[in-house]
C-alpha cells in the first residue's frame, strides 16, 4: 500500500498526539510530554489556529507527521515556517518518508503564508536526525541558541507593565 500524506485537522488530532508520545518516548522526555488529542484539536481550530500539521498513513495506519507553524525572520525579510515536530513511524524509517512530510509542510506554508523557508530544531542527542536534516541541506545557525522562558518566570515576565 502505498503512504498517502494529507493536510491533518482536529480529526486528526488523537492521531498526532499519539505519534507526538511516541516521539516523546524516543527522545527520553516522555516525563516532559503533556499534549493530549483535547489540546491539539483546540488549538487546530479557531480562526487563527496555532499550528498546522501533515500526516502521513499507510493503508490508513498513522505513520509518521510534521508539525509546523508561521515563522518571520527579519534577517531574511520574508516569512517562512518552523517545523516543531517531525516523526517517522520505524518501519517508515529510510524510506524517504520524513522528506516527504518535509516537502509537504514546505508545499503547505509557501501557499498558505508565502513561506520561502524552513527551521527546526534538532535534539542535541540525535545525531541520526541531523545526518538527515543536514543531507537535506538544513544547516546549524552557530550564532543562535533557543532559549525558552516558562513558568513562573513566564507569568512573573507577563505581570510587568509596558511602559507609558
Known amino acids: 500500500m502505498a503512504v498517502a500524506i494529507t493536510i491533518a485537522g482536529e480529526a486528526d488530532a488523537e492521531a498526532l498526539a499519539d505519534m507526538l ?38 493503508g490508513g495506519t498513522p505513520a509518521g507527521f510534521a508539525l509546523f507553524f508561521p515563522h518571520f525572520s527579519t534577517w531574511r525579510g520574508q516569512p517562512g515556517a518552523y517545523v516543531q515536530d517531525l516523526w517517522v513511524s520505524p518501519p517508515g524509517r529510510g524510506t524517504g518518508l520524513g522528506e516527504r512530510l518535509l516537502a509537504a509542510s514546505a508545499r503547505h506554508a ?19 536526525a541531523r545526518r538527515f536534516y543536514e543531507r537535506l541541506g538544513f544547516r546549524l545557525q552557530a550564532d543562535d541558541r533557543p532559549m525558552a522562558l516558562d513558568g513562573t518566570a513566564f507569568a512573573r515576565l507577563r505581570c510587568v507593565e509596558a511602559l507609558a
Open 21 to 58: 508520545a511516541a516521539l516523546a518516548q524516543e527522545l527520553g522526555g516522555r516525563d516532559r510530554f503533556h499534549s493530549t488529542a483535547a489540546t491539539l484539536a483546540r488549538h487546530f481550530s479557531g480562526p487563527r489556529p496555532f499550528f498546522h500539521a501533515v500526516i502521513a498513513r499507510d
Open 110 to 128: 509557501a501557499e498558505d503564508w508565502r513561506a520561502a523557508y524552513l527551521m527546526l530544531s534538532v535534539d542535541a542527542a540525535n545525531s541520526g
